[in-house]
């Protein structure tokens, strides 16, 4: 049990090292303990992440990354889990804010924020709101 959420935990680790390869294993890992268990609770963190993975550590023009956010949005929307779409939908963000799409990143990012009417000063919400007020400029 837990399994893709402590991969998920490792991605994390990897990545903030640089050590690429070795994330991209653990997320391997976790999409088949997922796929073995059907424990699907975690599948849109691992998109996320494998986003976070190809735009911080790679030369394409960010266009993979999107996609995978994207993909960890649209399963977050399909499980209710608002959380992670929270986290996915600021990933995203933050990679159309370096890109100059600051007014496709705030519409993507405020409705969700709002959303949210307790647990606003969680990492995640703070995190959000500390984006949004940078789009804002």
């Known amino acids: 049990m ?8 490792l991605v994390e680790g990897y990545g903030g090292l640089n050590q690429v390869d070795e994330g991209f294993d653990a997320l391997k890992e976790g999409w088949e303990v997922i796929e073995q268990t059907d424990e699907q609770w975690w599948n849109a963190e ?61 519409d993507i990012l405020a409705p969700l924020y709002n959303w949210f009417t307790e647990g606003t000063e969680t990492f995640d919400l703070c995190e959000a709101k500390s984006l949004l007020k940078e789009l804002q400029r």
């Open 46 to 106: 691992l998109h996320r992440l494998k986003g976070e993975l190809l735009w911080h550590h790679s030369t394409t023009d960010g266009v993979q990354a999107e996609n995978y956010f994207q993909k960890a949005i649209e399963v977050a929307q399909s499980q209710q889990a608002k959380s992670l779409e929270l986290r996915a939908s600021t990933s995203m963000a933050k990679l159309w804010l370096s890109q100059g799409k600051n007014d496709k990143a705030r």
């Open 2 to 9: 837990f399994v893709p959420f402590y991969l998920a935990l």
